[in-house]
């Protein structure tokens, strides 16, 4: 520090830097860089269609119970394909398996394109390309997630979700908000479009990934291979409230089904845009200032905490009349849940075996996605009965009451501690052998390649 420099500049100065983001894994792994900026391609156009699927439906029936059961045709898909798509994960080249998922989501794309270019567009075909999706992506998710344990360093693994996190948020922002100008204007066609083209860029990128081949002796994808990974979620209760937590909150406050009618009650149809975006700009909030997540050790807790303030922000944003009162809380909601996804990215990333990892990533993506597919049939049945603000506000308080409860009924999540915990610490050890092992191996390819190169010409 400068002899000059004000004792407050210099502390201010060490503040900012513990709160920007960790770069470490950026610089670190090749393979991340083209992993972190394919999703964020991918992310923004998937975000138009997020937007622009609802709408569409909404504009062919007007039915709130049409919009939310969206939610109902992706849940088995999502449920079967998820878990099996975490045993192939831990089987297969998780490289491959994320390309393929890849281009069979864009094709998927292409085909709402189709059908909105119809001079007369079919609704069953939107609840059909619904379940296919969810379904390649329950078969991709798994991987995508196992993949990033193997190309980040162990010690790096809280600041990659951090970065990930980071433009998943940007991408929530500028997809929906881009989204709304471009439905209005130029109509879903043109959303579905600018999806198809992300997918394009996304394969180029992630075709330059390295291999990622499965661990020795791996098990076979197989429906006892499954139920291996469901016994070991079962056994961590650690991990079980996770999933059980995230899951509760999802199913009691995700109100994203009814947002385009709440726009409407609130007589600001103009916001819609907005309510898709505003979660994600408190979660990006959050991502740019995480770097005091790597501090962090007692994550079962700080999970804990976050889901509660996402079911108080979801409270808030039913019980507003005001627009901007709604969005502020929308964004308190997207902060916290920014903070609960590092929480649990965290344990599940430090503790859970290379062998397993996939079919857990698979168990994974039930907790964090069938809750949301579930809270849309949830929020608009409820919206249906009792109105659309309650049907916000009530569900918020019933996270709060179910959050409170697994908490007080799973100890050993709130005692996590990865300082102390042993299945991190064996995770760490693993780790640190294979790192050892792939260094070896290459210092002895490239001995050997030096001694077979011809010797210079005299």
Request: overall charge positive.
């Amino acid at each position: 520090m400068n002899d000059d420099e004000p004792p407050h500049t210099g502390r201010t100065r060490r503040l900012l830097r513990s709160l920007a983001p960790d770069l470490s894994p950026w610089r670190a792994s090749r393979d991340f860089r083209y992993l972190w900026t394919s999703g964020c391609v991918t992310s923004f156009g998937s975000f138009l269609t997020y937007v622009a699927l609802p709408m569409q439906i909404k504009e062919l029936t007007d039915s709130s119970f049409a919009v939310g059961l969206i939610g109902a045709v992706e849940l088995v898909p999502l449920i079967v394909f998820g878990l099996w798509g975490g045993a192939l994960a831990d089987a297969l080249d998780r490289r491959k398996l994320v390309l393929r998922s890849e281009a069979a989501l864009g094709l998927l794309a292409g085909l709402l394109l189709l059908n909105a270019l119809l001079p007369h567009p079919v609704l069953w075909p939107l609840y059909l390309v619904a379940a296919l999706v969810a379904a390649c992506d329950g078969l991709q998710r798994p991987a995508l997630d196992s993949l990033l344990p193997r190309i980040v360093a162990h010690q790096h693994l809280t600041a990659a979700f951090a970065l990930k996190s980071l433009y998943h948020n940007v991408a929530s922002v500028a997809g929906p908000a881009l989204a709304g100008v471009v439905v209005a204007f130029s109509g879903v066609q043109t959303a579905y479009a600018l999806d198809v083209l992300t997918f394009v860029v996304s394969l180029l990128l992630l075709v330059r990934i390295r291999a990622v081949p499965p661990s020795t002796g791996a098990e076979r994808p197989s429906v006892r291979a499954v139920l291996t990974g469901v016994r070991y979620a079962w056994s961590r209760k650690d991990l079980l409230g996770t999933y059980a937590i995230d899951l509760c909150a999802m199913l009691f406050a995700f109100p994203v089904a009814v947002f385009p009618f709440l726009a409407s009650e609130l007589g600001a149809d103009w916001a819609l845009g907005p309510m898709y975006a505003a979660s994600a700009v408190g979660g990006l909030l959050v991502g740019a200032t995480s770097g005091w997540t790597s501090r962090v050790h007692r994550h079962g807790r700080l999970l804990v905490v976050a889901a509660v303030g996402w079911g108080a922000a979801m409270t808030l944003a039913g019980l507003a009349g005001n627009v901007w009162l709604v969005l502020f809380g929308l964004a308190l909601a997207g902060g916290a849940d920014q903070v609960s996804g590092i929480a649990r990215s965290t344990m599940w990333n430090r503790s859970i075996p290379n062998e397993l990892r996939g079919r857990m990533a698979g168990v994974e993506l039930l907790s964090y996605s069938v809750g949301p597919q579930l809270g849309q049939v949830r929020a608009g049945t409820v919206a249906g009965l009792i109105g659309v603000r309650a049907a916000v506000w009530t569900g918020g308080l019933a996270c709060i009451a179910a959050v409170l409860a697994l908490a007080a009924a799973l100890p050993r999540l709130l005692a996590h501690d990865d300082r102390t915990d042993p299945h991190t610490a064996a995770v760490r050890a693993a780790h640190e052998r294979a790192e050892q092992e792939r260094a070896a191996q290459e210092r002895a390819a490239h001995e050997r390649a030096e001694l077979e190169s011809p010797a210079p010409a005299v």
